[in-house]
Antibody, heavy 120, light 108 residues
Framework: EVQLVESGGDLVQPGGSLRLSCSAS????????MHWVRQAPGKGLDYVAAISSNGGGTDYAASVKGRFTISRDNSENTVFLHMSSLRPEDTAVYYC?????????????WGQGTLVTVSS | EIVMTQSPATLSVSPGERATLSCRASQSVSRNLAWYQQKPGQAPRLLIY???TRATGIPVRFSGSGSGTEFTLTISSLQSEDFAIYYC??????????FGQGTRVEIK
């Protein structure tokens, strides 16, 4: 059974930093692109970042580029999201998401999410 | 950037009735279109990929159709557990940055 378990969400002041983690199990982690998607309270889904299966390729939404860094540890089946210079508009539930098979970029499994609140 | 437009924003349907949700892309995405369902307090769940292929465990009352720029998600006979928000997402390009704004299906 595929499981994605996020952790690290917290209340942080504007300008602060936070690191989210996502522990994956139930599939061959090293074969799949992984993503972070967020959802602000009462809003829709927003793509945040993606990392290729070997970690060699990354991509970011324009709203987080230069402030967030996605990384992965394939020996630990874990993907990370390092967030810095946080803004109130970064407040959201952050979901760790697995890409579909065969290089398809739909999202076939989602974690339960971790809440990040940016407020003074 | 591809813009996805979902309609209607809210759909009021009685249990047992048919629901038809639309998703329009600003440019062709071929059949690279996914649908997700999100219930309150839960993570989204993949329903449909490839415009019409049901994901694992998805009931047959959910069906998808379309290609290019026009897509439809149909729920043939709404069950109580189907009242939720539905999002479409194109994935023809890297990265898959876009989601539709969602359609809320509510009880009439």
């Amino acid at each position: 059974e595929v499981q994605l378990v996020e952790s690290g969400g917290d209340l942080v002041q504007p300008g602060g930093s936070l690191r989210l983690s996502c522990s994956a199990s139930g599939f061959t982690f090293t074969s799949y692109t992984m993503h972070w998607v967020r959802q602000a309270p009462g809003k829709g889904l927003d793509y945040v970042a993606a990392i290729s299966s070997n970690g060699g390729g990354t991509d970011y939404a324009a709203s987080v580029k230069g402030r967030f860094t996605i990384s992965r540890d394939n020996s630990e089946n874990t993907v990370f999201l390092h967030m810095s210079s946080l803004r109130p508009e970064d407040t959201a539930v952050y979901y760790c998401v697995k890409a579909g098979p065969g290089g398809q970029y739909y999202f076939d499994y989602w974690g339960q999410g971790t809440l990040v609140t940016v407020s003074s | 950037e591809i813009v996805m437009t979902q309609s209607p924003a809210t759909l009021s349907v009685s249990p047992g009735e048919r629901a038809t949700l639309s998703c329009r892309a600003s440019q062709s995405v071929s059949r690279n279109l996914a649908w997700y369902q999100q219930k309150p307090g839960q993570a989204p769940r993949l329903l449909i990929y490839g415009a019409s292929t049901r994901a694992t465990g998805i009931p047959v009352r959910f069906s998808g159709s379309g290609s290019g720029t026009e897509f439809t998600l149909t729920i043939s006979s709404l069950q109580s557990e189907d009242f939720a928000i539905y999002y479409c997402q194109p994935y023809n390009n890297w990265p898959p940055e876009t989601f539709g704004q969602g359609t809320r299906v509510e009880i009439k």
